[in-house]
């Protein structure tokens, strides 16, 4: 079992960066496969970067490529989400993910989920 907490979301205008965390607590950090995803009102979850356990690897969604870095921190037990050059469209509630199963880093089955946290990008 593990617990997540997403933090640092905001307002920012067209152009601008945010940094999102997520401390998680439980069972040990680097045993999971971490993601980020996102809502927007009156769309599907969708998925926007993963990191491997180790973090040497990582995976993004098309549209968010060279824009969002994802990291992460094993002996802070968080994941970060970098995101510059943000856009009207990255608005969303963004959401942590830990996995645990020894899937792929494209996989996008999660079995853990923090609560979420808005990013508002006004134009």
């Known amino acids: 079992q593990v617990q997540l907490v997403e933090s640092g979301g905001g307002l920012v205008q067209a152009g601008g960066s945010l940094s999102l965390s997520c401390a998680a607590s439980?069972?040990?950090?680097?045993?999971?496969?971490m993601g980020w995803f996102r809502q927007a009102p009156g769309k599907e979850r969708e998925f926007v970067a993963a990191i491997s356990r180790s973090g040497g690897t990582t995976d993004y969604e098309d549209s968010v490529k060279g824009r969002f870095t994802i990291s992460r921190d094993n002996a802070k037990n968080t994941v970060y989400l970098q995101m510059n050059s943000l856009k009207p469209e990255d608005t969303a509630v963004y959401y942590c993910?830990?996995?645990?199963?020894?899937?792929?880093?494209?996989?996008?089955?999660?079995?853990?989920w923090g609560q979420g946290t808005q990013v508002t990008v006004s134009s």
């Open positions: 439980g069972r040990t950090f680097s045993s999971y496969r």
């Open positions: 993910a830990a996995d645990s199963r020894l899937l792929v880093l494209t996989s996008r089955a999660y079995n853990y």
